[in-house]
């Protein structure tokens, strides 16, 4: 596990918000990459290497792979059990490094890990999901080996390639080019927040997700200059430190919308709707509502904890106007967003949120989303992402006001490629979520409902769950892959041609479709 | 308030193993012993069940089909000696129609009586065919009741079956019209005729209560009809077979009658409604490239209820490229609408309905009302493996299914998809199913997204969408 001496910030959340607030130095965070290996013993990668008991130490093994599957620690005779996690596999037998064949022994075997087959969906492969590991590991671009790019579901962003230029322009050089998205675009007296990178972190609630990782989502949104959202449970006090980096989401429930929450906001985010259940209201099941949960939600311990759908205040523009107008005179300097799902008339939606005063409309697509919802919601209301982001774009522009609001994808957003994608669509920058409890360790076996909340500590309030994962662990690993993000789309943005994400928004003629002819 | 209906579940835990989808193989030869995954690392506590529970006399061992595949033993094994794989005997459950995915939900559905819900977002692939090419609509501001969860009991399911009329006519301020007889379903679910394979043991009689006991109307060919059913109290509807059947009055005590396709259908009705004149009588008609014509005559004809029927997977009987039960409903429906005759029928769709969602596309497609069958089986636990059909021996002995137990399973899916349709109305802001009939706007075709953006960008495609 990363150590962080340099920043001590405590490990759990048993000290009360006031002695951690007296702490600042606990809210230092640094975007440096640093390894960050799992957490599991036995991490699952395609490959598995076997050394039968023929080895005979000779090392040979380890000075050969330069993956670090082999190593022998110093002043150790004997290596430890391959991490063959890292290993990349038969392709390896091309090159000069190959173990197998460099064991003069014969001890070592190559095999395809069973573990492995069973891993991942049509969505996130488990290709996509081991190289997240990789990625939230190493803090780099993941190993060839590893399909980081594209799911198998067989439409969307998984038929869209990006069209690269034979030639990047000549005049175009990797350290000229910002990955920086302002958010701002209304010309209003608000500020002009930028986040460095073009995403930031979707909305999870208190009571959905572990502290620990919401406390290291947060510091990572400080450490790269951008956003994490709260969700709709409240403003944990261990966030306050990270307040200018803290997106304070009012959604129909109002659990934890107070005051100062929304004056400590730099953005505001209304939520009328999200991906994983449009058009239905959230539901914290009751064996999540612990009691910290039911305090910060003023609520009743071990109820279930509902959230009508829609807000009960809203009938038109004009009411959501009146929300908007509420916000900026709580607090006047918070940019306005509006998260709203994919219906067929999205297009309306948004150039209706413009016209309420919204600087940011946010469309979160049927198939997406971190948190339990129903199965029948999940896959069947409302437009997948990839037709709501050009339809959008489009309209905006036919209307004249596209360059006046930001528009943000979410919703089934894995990796860089897809942003690039999204962005090319027409979309300024995206929201991920799912990437970043990915790079917690979570394998996607969707039980995050079950019994006391995920089995690998990572959407659960049950205290000793939570426990799996500490603060820095989760910090670093989200840091890193922040970082093999940014080095990634660089690269893509290269590669494309265009100086930034503000360039490659609405280029369409960067993209191809696979079942269509231009 | 009117009195809405309420579908009581209760927990029917399997009766045979279930086959669940994920199993962990243990190399027992390099266990360490640690007992790090019997006692520590899983927190369902399955291997622990497994360990203490282990020489007890059980059905089965549970672990198989509850594991819910977190990999933590697997990731924590001392010795790196447990390995995670998909259970074959899952993978050769049903076909590619009703999948694994279908079976082993339905199977919790029936199970539970609840939605299933889960986290992660959709797994699944970006759409399919027949009705996986299909998203319906949601609003961002409007529900029927603005009260969420709570007030989804205001949202109706029920539907009248049977003739409408398009307008009444007054004498005087009297009314001169009279109303055709009508029929009223709690939820636009009625159970078709069971495949030949499940009538065995109790099953038909078992089906046809669960249904009674809902409010739902079950098909049953005469001939077949269990002594022990009352064509009244177990709101059967009897499918005959002959214009003697239908003169005869035997089977006049139903609400709803059904008779198959032919040129003399017209009197078979009359002869049905010579017996009783409330009687609802459905035309049987084999769904094909020609059915839209046919239902235009029969609806022109003024018969009450048009039941389509396709085969188990959705499809019309035609001789080559079938058009699933979406595209022929939109069609006959459609036909209909431009003749002015739409509202005077009654269209019920039977074949490829194996999921909740199923029922509310079928009606966004234009249909009233479904009919289900091969889901009512899976209920029961059948693993569609048609064993039986080749002659061999249920490996679940699906005919010894004991009546109550079998009841309350059914009862429970059809509670759990009527809550899943109330969450689809709700979310478009529909608040009676009657509304969404036909309401192709309140949904996005694959096709049309297709088209309106990636045709829109990047031109022609270079194979023709087959849905």
């Given amino acids: 596990m990363a150590s962080d001496t340099q920043n001590p910030v405590p490990n759990t959340v048993t000290q009360s918000g006031e002695d951690f607030l007296a702490r600042p130095e606990y809210a230092e965070v640094s975007r440096e990459v640093r390894p960050c290996p799992p957490r599991y013993r036995n991490e699952i990668g395609k490959y598995r290497v076997h050394r039968t008991s023929a080895c005979t130490a000779c090392g040979r093994c380890a000075e050969v792979c330069p993956y670090d599957v082999h190593v022998r620690a110093k002043e150790y005779q004997l290596p430890v059990r391959p991490y063959d996690y890292r290993c990349i596999g038969p392709d390896c037998a091309k090159t000069g490094h190959y173990c197998i064949d460099a064991c003069p ?98 909305g999870m609630s208190y009571g959905s997700t572990s502290t620990h990782v919401l406390i290291g989502r947060a510091r990572t949104a400080k450490a790269w200059n951008t956003f994490t959202c709260t969700g709709e449970g409240g403003y944990l006090d261990r966030l306050i430190p990270y307040a200018d980096h803290v997106i304070t989401q009012v959604a129909t429930g109002l659990f934890g919308v107070r005051e100062e929450t929304i004056q400590r906001a730099p953005i505001v985010e209304f939520k009328y709707a999200q991906g994983a259940k449009p058009g239905l209201g959230g539901h914290l099941l009751g064996g999540k509502n612990t ?10 311990v071990g109820t279930s904890l509902f959230s009508p759908f829609p807000f009960h205040s809203v009938y038109s523009v004009e009411d959501h106007k009146k929300h908007l107008d509420w ?101 300024d920058a995206v929201v991920i979520g799912t990437a970043e409890l990915v790079a917690n360790a979570c394998i996607r076996c969707g039980a995050c409902e079950s019994g006391r909340g995920c089995a690998r500590g990572i959407t659960t309030t049950d205290p000793e769950l939570m426990e799996m994962i500490s603060i820095q662990w989760a910090t670093q690993r989200i840091v890193n892959l922040y970082n093999a993000w940014r080095e990634m789309f660089v690269d893509l943005l290269y590669r494309l041609g265009v100086d930034g994400p503000t360039a490659l928004r609405g280029r369409t003629d960067l993209l191809m479709h696979l079942d269509y002819e231009s | 308030m009117p009195e809405k209906i309420h579908i009581h579940t209760e927990p029917v835990p399997p009766r045979v193993r279930p086959v669940g989808r994920l199993g962990i193989v243990d190399w027992r030869e390099d266990c360490a012993g640690c007992h790090n995954c019997v006692k520590r690392s899983c927190i369902y506590g399955l291997w622990g069940d497994e360990n203490e529970t282990l020489h007890e006399e059980r059905g089965y061992l549970d672990y198989i089909y509850q594991c819910k595949g977190c990999l933590i033993c697997i990731q924590d094994c001392t010795k790196g000696v447990l390995t995670r794989v998909i259970n074959p005997e899952y993978e050769r459950l049903g076909d590619d129609y009703f999948t694994p995915e279908v079976i082993v939900t339905t199977w919790y559905q029936a199970e539970t009586g609840h939605i299933p819900v889960s986290g992660a977002g959709y797994p699944g692939p970006h759409s399919g065919p027949g009705f996986d090419s299909m998203w319906t609509d949601m609003s961002e501001i409007v529900r029927p009741t603005r009260d969420g969860i709570h007030g989804r009991e205001y949202i109706s399911t029920s539907v009248d079956v049977g003739r409408k009329l398009d307008h009444l006519a007054f004498d005087g301020g009297r009314m001169t019209t009279t109303a055709p007889p009508l029929v009223e379903v709690p939820m636009p679910v009625i159970f078709e005729s069971l495949p030949q394979r499940w009538h ?100 022109g004809d003024g018969m009450e209820v048009i039941h389509l029927v396709f085969d188990s997977h959705g499809r019309e009987d035609a001789p080559s490229a079938p058009r699933h039960v979406r595209d022929v409903l939109r069609e006959v429906h459609t036909a209909l609408v431009k003749d002015g005759t739409r509202d005077g029928v009654t269209i019920s769709a039977s074949g490829g309905i194996a999921l909740a969602e199923h029922v509310t596309k079928a009606i966004v497609c234009g249909a009233d009302l479904v009919a289900i069958d091969v889901p009512l089986g899976i209920a029961l636990e059948c693993r569609m493996c048609l064993d039986c059909e080749q002659g061999g021996i249920c490996p679940i002995t699906i005919e010894d299914t004991e009546p109550d137990y079998g009841k309350q399973r059914v009862i429970n899916l059809m509670g759990a998809w009527h809550q899943q349709l109330i969450e689809m109305l709700g979310a478009m802001g529909i608040r009676e199913v009657r509304r969404l009939r036909g309401e192709t706007g309140r949904c996005m075709f694959f096709e049309d997204l297709e088209d309106d953006t990636f045709g829109r960008l990047f031109g022609k495609r270079k194979t023709e969408i087959s849905v």
């Fill in chain 1, 327 to 427: 916000i900026e005179h709580v607090n006047p300097r918070a940019l306005l967003s509006a998260k709203v799902s994919t219906p067929i008339d999205v297009d309306m939606v948004a150039v209706g949120s413009y016209y309420a005063g919204a600087h940011i409309i946010h469309l979160d697509g049927s198939y997406g989303g971190t948190g339990a919802a129903p199965n029948v919601a999940k896959k069947n209301i409302a437009m997948p992402i990839e037709y709501a982001i050009n339809r959008v774009h489009q309209f905006l522009v036919d209307e004249g006001i596209r360059d006046k609001i930001t528009v943000i994808a979410s919703g089934g957003i894995r990796n860089p490629v897809d942003i690039a994608k999204a962005i090319a669509m027409g979309a």
């Fill in chain 2, 200 to 299: 065995c043991g109790n099953l038909m009689p078992t089906v046809t209560r669960a249904a009674a006991a809902i409010g739902l109307f079950s098909v049953i060919r005469t001939g077949e009809i269990p002594a022990e059913l009352s064509l009244e109290q177990d709101r059967v509807i009897p499918w005959l077979q002959s214009i003697e059947e239908c003169a005869d009055g035997e089977y006049s005590a139903a609400a709803m009658a059904m008779i198959s396709d032919g040129p003399d259908v017209a009197q078979w009705q009359a002869k049905l409604k010579a017996n009783n004149p409330d009687q609802i009588v459905a035309i049987r008609v084999p769904a094909s490239p020609a059915v839209t014509e046919r239902a235009r005559e029969l609806a």
């Fill in chain 1, 105 to 202: 022994e014969k001890a070592l075997s190559l095999s395809e890990n069973p573990t492995f087959k069973t891993l991942g969906d049509y969505r996130w492969t488990g290709d996509m999901l081991a190289a997240t590991w990789q990625m939230a590991e190493t803090g780099h671009a993941p190993s060839p080996h590893l399909n980081c790019e594209t799911g198998n579901t067989g439409g969307g962003f998984d038929k869209l390639r990006l069209r690269f230029p034979e030639k990047p322009p000549k005049d175009l050089r990797r350290e000229d080019i910002s990955t920086e998205v302002l958010l701002n675009h209304r010309g209003d007296y608000r500020p002009k927040l930028k986040i460095d990178v073009p995403w930031y972190g979707g």
């Fill in chain 1, 291 to 300: 009691p910290p949960v039911a305090a910060m939600r003023e609520a009743v």
